[in-house]
């Protein structure tokens, strides 16, 4: 069963899989603690992601993963990570807002744009073993832009080079 998850839902099995990963099970007490939310909210969550047949759930009892919520909660910590990653490493975001910042982009990435992320990632490794020096050159060009220089700068001249483009007749 392959059931469509709100974000919420798809933070909440994360959780748990956290959880699992570190004490072996969940107790709702500790997911309310880890979402910051009161003990009922997480009363209905774990009732609709056991309907889902993703936990196994009975009141007052520990919870554990299916095989099939493992499986759908690794792949969710994983696009989490790469988003933070690309985040971190590409963009130069400090670890704290990378990681909040993915946690809220991590639901609307789509799978061909994860695995952009993912190749573009992997570009970037490879070039600093070959020592590239595009990477010195895009991290002082992201310093530059922090040291007086706005996002908005940056989107003008964006939008300059397309329009240039376009003029001569340059697919963007």
Known sequence: ????????????LQTIYRLEERNRVA????IA??????????????????????I?????????????GRER????????????????????????????????MEHAVDPDALGRFVCFLT???????AGAEWLDEMERFMKER??????QECVREYEKILHDNNAEGVNP
Do not use: W
Not at 33 to 54: C, I, M, P, Y
Not at 62 to 67: A, H, N, R, S, Y
């Open 56 to 68: 196994n759930y009975e009141p007052y009892e520990l919870i554990t993963l299916t095989p099939e």
């Open 123 to 129: 570009f970037i490794k490879r070039q600093e073993r």
């Open 27 to 30: 107790r709702p007490r500790d």
């Open 146 to 151: 922090g040291e007086g220089r706005s996002c």
């Open 1 to 12: 069963m392959t059931a469509e998850l709100s974000s919420t839902l798809e933070d909440y």
């Open 73 to 104: 909660a690794d792949r969710l910590v994983t696009r989490h990570r790469i988003v933070r990653e690309f985040l971190e490493q590409v963009l130069g975001l400090e670890a704290e807002r990378a990681e909040d910042t993915a946690c809220n």
């Open 33 to 54: 603690e880890e979402q910051g939310v009161a003990r009922s909210t997480v009363t209905s969550a774990l009732q609709s992601l056991s309907d889902k047949g993703l």
